[in-house]
């Protein structure tokens, strides 16, 4: 049986994996593009001279470079020139969405604060879901839409909060909310936002280095050798162009997609009550549209049901959250045992 | 020869002081949540002397079920460790409250009181929390009591003294009522 621990330490390891392995693969494919790059243009010359502002590096490493392997060396040492860079930029990008991730997901879908004594009856709902998952109580947000959806943010369990629609709170029974609140803080508690943001920054890293390089190639100059930059730049962004739309969204998608059954299980543990969750999401499946979270893909991910309309949620190729009606159904199965 | 026995003596002194730490944590876990829920059945007894002072004021004749509160307090307040005494006593304590708030019924100056109101409210959340925080209690006796009766864990357990804790059960009949009814059907 798998208890909010056990979570915890699954999601530790994955972002440690995360962390160490993205910077690794950046560098794995400027490598391989740079390789067939240098191959498509067939000028040692050209590599030679590419070479040598990196050629102390080399030097140190104590290696001889012939003509079958400058290829592969310079790239290497391209590479090892950009490393602090590289990852200088990541950690910065990463500190501020660390520090500054959820007051912008807030800000930009237009939360405002819930107080105890605005509506005490769905404070303190949240405060004993708090409690019976072990939990210091997060922060309440509502969201002024009809439609039935809710989300969490948060590094950390100690700076975390939970937003709700006005739709969810009408609609709901306080039952079937309290299953919902047991949903959202068990990502908070499973610590599935944190790895969420790193993913997601982590990701945009690549993004950020596909387009500075987009604006370097326009930018090349007019001489002999810029046709053979251009190839080099032009094979290392169709690479990262490749990995962001092709292999970055399988990787979103395996993590979300099991974090989501995570937390409907997690939150059943919490509540001692899978059925009221499950008839909540039968609920929200009718309408879970939130107009407002359309900009910001990230969040939608953290959603308990896909905010996006049917057509953006298909053309990104991947939904984000799993079939509801295989939630409920795995939620009644856990109700019958 | 003698290297592999060093090896598999070194793996297997890290395996047993792993599981022993899992151990404790687990057990220190247990207490965290034992401490949690006795937070809440305080913040009960806290409240109860000050609702008893504002019932007293108008319904006098109530003298019998006020003592009956007062007595099912001291006597929950009395048993200290979690246990299935403490439950009865407890479950005692909130029956005398449900019966102090259906005869408020009877005194409707008693009802129209923001006191007694705001006191009422307070309770029914200090019910709910006491069910949460059992309800997190008995995850981590869970998590502990699986831990020392599987293997290998319970030969760690064995050893170290590592026993079992007991279940908080308390009578929740609210909830329960409103979790067999059957409000949609699939």
Not at chain 1, 241 to 248: C, P, R
Not at chain 2, 18 to 26: D, F, G, Q, T
């Amino acid at each position: 049986m798998l208890t909010i621990y056990d979570h915890i330490a699954s999601n530790n390891r994955k972002t440690f994996l995360l962390l160490l392995l993205f910077p690794l693969v950046l560098c794995f494919i400027v490598i391989i593009a740079m390789v067939i790059a240098f191959y498509i243009i067939a000028d040692t010359q050209f590599v030679y001279d590419y070479l040598y502002p990196y050629a102390h590096i080399i030097q140190n490493l104590n290696i001889e470079i012939t003509e079958k392997n400058i290829y592969f060396w310079t790239a290497i040492a391209y590479v090892l020139n950009m490393l602090p860079w590289v990852f200088g930029g990541g950690l910065l990008w990463m500190f501020i969405s660390w520090n500054f991730g959820d007051k912008m997901i807030l800000w930009g879908a237009e939360a405002r604060p819930l107080e105890l004594k605005d509506n005490p009856q769905i404070y303190r709902l949240v405060e004993n879901v708090a409690i019976a998952a072990g939990l210091p109580r997060p922060n309440l947000y509502i969201i002024n839409d009809n439609s039935l959806n809710a989300f969490a943010t948060g590094r950390n369990p100690k700076h975390a909060s939970v937003t709700l629609t006005t739709g969810i709170i009408n609609k709901l029974e306080p039952l079937e909310l309290e299953g919902v609140i047991a949903h959202e803080i068990a990502h908070i508690g499973n610590r599935d936002i944190r790895l969420n943001m790193l993913i997601i920054t982590g990701l945009s890293v690549f993004g950020f280095f596909a387009d500075a390089l987009r604006i370097r190639m326009r930018h090349l100059n007019n001489n002999k050798d810029s046709s053979k930059l251009f190839i080099i730049y032009l094979a290392i962004f169709i690479a990262l162009v490749l990995f962001n739309s092709l292999i970055a969204p399988l990787i979103q998608l395996a993590i979300s997609r099991r974090r989501e059954y995570a937390a409907d299980a997690t939150g059943a543990l919490i509540t001692r009550n899978p059925k009221a969750l499950a008839s909540a999401l039968q609920k929200i499946s009718e309408d879970a549209r939130v107009e407002i979270l359309d900009k910001q893909k990230n969040i939608s991910t953290a959603c308990i049901a896909d905010p996006r309309d049917i057509k953006s949620a298909f053309s990104s190729a991947f939904s984000t959250h799993p079939p509801i009606e295989d939630r409920i159904k795995r939620l009644l199965q856990m109700s019958r045992e | 020869m003698s290297q592999t026995i060093l090896i598999v003596l070194g793996l297997v002194i890290i395996s047993i002081i792993m599981l022993y730490n899992s151990l404790v944590v687990a057990r220190q876990r247990v207490r965290e949540g034992a401490s949690d829920v006795e937070t809440q059945l305080k913040r009960r007894y806290d409240l109860i002397p000050n609702l008893i002072e504002t019932i007293k004021g108008y319904a006098k004749h109530e003298k019998e079920t006020l003592e009956k509160v007062i007595e099912a307090r001291s006597s929950a307040m009395n048993i200290q460790s979690l246990g299935e005494q403490k439950s009865a006593a407890e479950n005692m304590l909130s029956d005398t409250l449900k019966s102090i708030f259906a005869l408020s019924e009877n005194y409707p100056k008693l009802q129209a009181n923001e006191n007694f109101l705001e006191l009422q409210q307070e309770l029914t959340d200090t019910e709910n929390k006491i069910q949460a925080s059992r309800r997190f209690y008995n995850s981590t006796v869970l998590a502990l009591n699986t831990k020392i009766e599987t293997f290998p864990g319970v030969f760690i357990a064995k050893i170290f003294g590592f026993t079992p804790e007991k279940f908080f059960e308390l009578s929740d009949s609210e909830r329960q009522a409103a979790q067999e009814s059957p409000k949609v059907s699939f």
